[in-house]
Nanobody, 115 residues
C-alpha cells in the first residue's frame, strides 16, 4: 500500500522559511513524478510545484522564484523549500503522485504565515 507522510508544517512569520517534506513508502519513488499542492482557506486545492523522475521542475506563478522542490531518491523523500513566505501562502500543503492510474495523496500539513 502506498503511503505518503508530510511533515514540517508550522507557524512562521512573513519573510520566513520552511522546508516541508514528504516520505513515501510502498512505491518505487525514483520512477514517479511528485507534486506539491496547497489548499488555502476559502479556495480550491491548487498546484504548487512538481518534479519529474529526471529532476525537471515546474512551479505555479504564485510560488515561482520563492519555492524550490527537490527529491531524494535514496530516502524516498520529497521536499519543498519555501522561502520569503507571505500570509497568502497560508494553507494545508499536500504531496501527491499517481500510482497505477490513481492519484495518491498525503494527509497534508498546515503552514501558517502570520506575524
Amino acid at each position: 500500500q502506498v503511503r505518503l507522510a508530510e511533515s514540517g508544517g508550522s507557524l512562521v512569520q512573513p519573510g520566513g522559511s520552511l522546508r516541508p517534506s514528504c516520505i513515501a513508502s510502498g512505491i518505487n519513488f525514483r520512477l514517479h513524478t511528485w507534486n506539491w499542492y496547497r489548499h488555502a482557506p476559502g479556495t480550491d486545492r491548487d498546484f504548487a510545484a512538481t518534479i519529474d523522475s529526471s529532476g525537471h521542475k515546474n512551479y505555479s506563478d504564485s510560488v515561482k522564484g520563492r519555492f524550490i522542490v527537490s527529491r531524494d531518491n535514496v530516502r524516498n523523500t520529497l521536499y519543498l523549500q519555501a522561502n520569503s513566505l507571505k500570509p497568502e501562502d497560508t494553507a494545508v500543503y499536500y504531496c501527491q503522485t499517481k500510482y497505477r492510474g490513481r492519484e495518491v495523496w498525503g494527509r497534508g500539513i498546515r503552514v501558517t504565515v502570520s506575524s
